[in-house]
């Protein structure tokens, strides 16, 4: 009787926790749309924008989608630790402001940076690469929401056309 309270409980706060989370990315994508929509970097922003919003609409409608909890799991950590590690190759390094040279790392978005200022670029160069780096955890954690998304929208898929071949 206890253990079922428990699960019961648990059951709960877990759906409810997947509402919120949904919600808050559902609304939160298509907001990142529409701001961002003259921004120099607008493919990338919709991009990501549909992302988040495609993963909210999914945790919202779970009695429409029905998908098996331990491969939908392992898919989406998968997803968010390889993507983001895969992330890391995209770099972008440069030199401003009289003189400062900064490098930035990861995909979407850079999370990884490390950088110097000296009194001309060749030493801030130098002085930047013995340097070392640092993370931004929050956009870190961006990251691995939007690439475990990914992960979870694959999921949908496959599973999706897995009963599309079955339906006569």
């Known amino acids: 009787m206890l253990d079922e309270d428990r699960r019961d409980k648990t059951a709960v706060t ?11 990315s559902l609304v939160g994508g298509m907001t990142w749309i529409l701001l961002n929509l003259h921004a120099s970097s ?5 991009a990501v924008g549909a992302v988040l919003a495609t993963g909210g609409l999914v945790l919202l409608m779970p009695h429409r989608i029905r998908l098996p909890r ?3 799991g392992a898919v989406t950590a998968g997803f968010a630790l390889i993507g983001t590690g895969a992330g890391l190759l995209a770099g972008q390094s440069r030199t401003c402001c009289q003189f400062a040279y900064i490098s930035d790392r990861g995909w979407p978005y850079h999370w990884l940076q490390r950088g110097a200022v000296a009194d ?12 070392s780096w640092t993370a931004d955890l929050l956009t870190l954690a961006a990251d691995l929401l939007i690439w475990s998304y990914v992960g ?6 496959v599973v999706l056309i897995g009963r599309a071949r079955r339906t006569p």
């Open 14 to 24: 877990g759906r409810a926790l997947r509402f919120i989370l949904g919600a808050l």
């Open 42 to 46: 607008a493919a990338l922003d919709v």
């Open 70 to 72: 331990l491969l939908t």
């Open 120 to 131: 001309d670029a060749e030493t801030a160069y130098r002085l930047a690469q013995s340097a």
């Open 152 to 157: 979870l929208i694959v999921v949908v898929a």
